[in-house]
Each structure stands twice: as structure tokens, then as C-alpha cells.
């Protein structure tokens, strides 16, 4: 009988001890872990929604900016062509090419090349 209740006492021991512990996790995970997942996710939510807005609505078009590179293109060959009409008669339209090309893009040397040629 004594061997029955040591048995019994060590196993009944054991479970109450098995439930004390696991309650305990599971009261650490709803009152601690889990309010500070949400937090966490609001302020994810958040944050990115505010990237959105920042960044606007609208994306970038790939459209939109190939567009606007065809209208420059368009503008500049344009400028070409009146400047070509506008140079002296000793202008040398060849040696004006060679000079923007080579000017890659900086103003101030576009604007010099226009001047010499």
C-alpha cells in the first residue's frame, strides 16, 4: 500500500508539476510574447504604409520614363538641326558633333562647342 501511494504520489506530483510549468509558459506567452508580436506589427504596418504614401500612390512607369527620354531625344536633335541652320557659313557641323560627344553631357563644354563651331 505504501508502494501505491509513493507511486501514485510521485506520479501525481509530477503532472501538477508538468501543468504548473506549462501554465505558467502559457500565461508568459499570452500577457508578454504575444502583445509584443502585435506591437511589432503594428508599427511594421504602419511604417510601411507611410512608405507608401510617401512614395505615392502611383509607381514608377517604366513607360512613363522611356517617354520622357524619346521627348528629350526629340528636343535635342531639334536643337541640333537649328543650330546647324544658324551657324556661320565657316561653321563645320562635323567638328560640333565630335565636340558635344566628347563633351559627354557637361553643359558648360556643350555651350563652348556651340559658341566655336
Same mark, same amino acid.
Given at each position: 500500500m505504501?508502494?501505491?501511494? %509513493?507511486? #501514485?504520489? %510521485?506520479l501525481?506530483? @509530477?503532472?501538477?508539476?508538468l501543468?504548473?510549468t506549462?501554465?505558467?509558459l502559457? +500565461?508568459a506567452? *499570452? *500577457?508578454?510574447v504575444? &502583445?509584443v508580436l $502585435?506591437?511589432?506589427? %503594428? +508599427? =511594421?504596418d504602419s +511604417?510601411? !504604409?507611410?512608405?507608401?504614401?510617401? *512614395? @505615392?500612390? !502611383?509607381?514608377?512607369d =517604366?513607360t ?6 524619346d521627348?528629350? $531625344?526629340?528636343?535635342?536633335q /531639334?536643337q =541640333?538641326? /537649328?543650330s #546647324?541652320?544658324?551657324?556661320? !557659313?565657316?561653321? $563645320? &557641323?562635323k567638328r560640333?558633333?565630335r565636340? =558635344?560627344?566628347?563633351?559627354? @553631357?557637361?553643359? +558648360?563644354?556643350?555651350q563652348?562647342?556651340?559658341v !566655336? *563651331?
Open positions: 505504501d508502494i501505491l501511494r %509513493n507511486l #501514485f504520489g %510521485n501525481t506530483s @509530477g503532472i501538477i508539476r501543468a504548473v506549462v501554465g505558467i502559457a +500565461a506567452y *499570452f *500577457f508578454i504575444k &502583445p $502585435n506591437t511589432t506589427d %503594428n +508599427a =511594421i +511604417a510601411n !504604409k507611410s512608405l507608401e504614401r510617401s *512614395f @505615392g500612390t !502611383k509607381g514608377v =517604366i512613363d520614363i522611356s517617354g520622357t527620354i521627348d528629350v $531625344n526629340r528636343q535635342v /531639334r =541640333i538641326r /537649328r #546647324f541652320k544658324t551657324a556661320k !557659313k565657316d561653321g $563645320n &557641323p560640333l558633333v565636340c =558635344i560627344q566628347h563633351a559627354r @553631357g557637361d553643359v +558648360a563644354m556643350i563652348r562647342c556651340t !566655336k *563651331f
